[in-house]
């Protein structure tokens, strides 16, 4: 049982350069987020995905999207990176939206050039 | 907008003695309250979770809630050097119906 598991740990953009950052969980939670790590702004949430077949903005969504691929697995893109991308981003899941505990993934760490 | 305040710390406390966390939110319709431990380079670990008034405790730690005062704290006992983390505080509830972080106190047990 792995948790939550995020592809890669670390990656080195130049600006205007698209990647995604894959997510999967084994725990069969039906809740999805992404949020971004920067230092002295706490954790922010960029997009989440309720169930598989819905996805949502959330604090700082300009500059990405998502796709719920399927239960198990969630996705972040950036098309165009900026350095303003530069962060630590960390997938997490829950068993439902709402009260319930968010489990987190080991975190990408992206630079943007 | 919901707010979640920690002090930043540094905390630094001797090997042993009890850490005493703090936090405090905005939103007086929260519902739900999470500690996370997030050891530096790592991802957040969820350590506690709170919904009621009242003390929480699991093990050395001890969660303690105060809906009225909207105060939320962590107590550690013994701490250990291994403790040393920065120790998130996470409030759910509200019409956002989302979960918001505290910025995080950063504590240091020395040994």
């Known amino acids: 049982n792995a948790g939550v598991t995020q592809t890669p740990k670390f990656q080195v953009l130049k600006t205007g350069q698209s990647m995604t950052l894959q997510c999967a969980q084994d725990?069969?939670?039906?809740?999805m987020y992404w949020y971004r790590q920067d230092p002295g702004m706490g954790l922010r949430l960029i997009y989440y995905?309720?169930?598989?077949?819905?996805?949502d903005k959330g604090e700082v969504p300009n500059g990405y999207n998502v796709s719920r691929l399927n239960k198990r697995e969630f996705s972040l893109r950036l098309e165009s990176a900026a350095p303003s991308q530069t962060s630590v981003y960390f997938c997490?899941?829950?068993?439902?939206?709402?009260?319930?505990?968010?489990?987190f993934g080991p975190g990408t760490r992206l630079t943007v050039t | 907008q919901k707010e979640v305040e920690q002090n930043s710390g540094p905390l630094s406390v001797p090997e042993g003695a009890i850490a005493s966390l703090n936090c405090t939110y905005s939103?007086?319709?929260?519902?739900?309250f999470f500690w996370y431990r997030q050891y530096s380079g790592k991802s957040p670990e969820l350590i506690m979770s709170?919904?009621?008034?009242g003390d929480k405790e699991d093990g050395r730690f001890t969660a303690q809630l105060n809906k009225a005062s909207q105060y939320v704290s962590l107590l550690i006992r013994d701490s250990q050097p291994s403790d040393s983390a920065t120790y998130l505080c996470?409030?759910?509830?509200?019409?956002?119906?989302?979960?918001?972080f505290g910025k995080g106190t950063l504590l240091t047990v020395n040994p």
């Open positions: 997490a899941s829950s068993r439902d939206r709402g009260d319930y505990e968010q489990y």
């Open positions: 725990m069969n939670h039906n809740s």
């Open positions: 995905s309720a169930s598989e077949g819905t996805t």
């Open positions: 939103d007086r319709v929260s519902q739900s």
């Open positions: 709170i919904y009621s008034n």
């Open positions: 996470a409030v759910f509830g509200g019409s956002n119906y989302k979960l918001t």
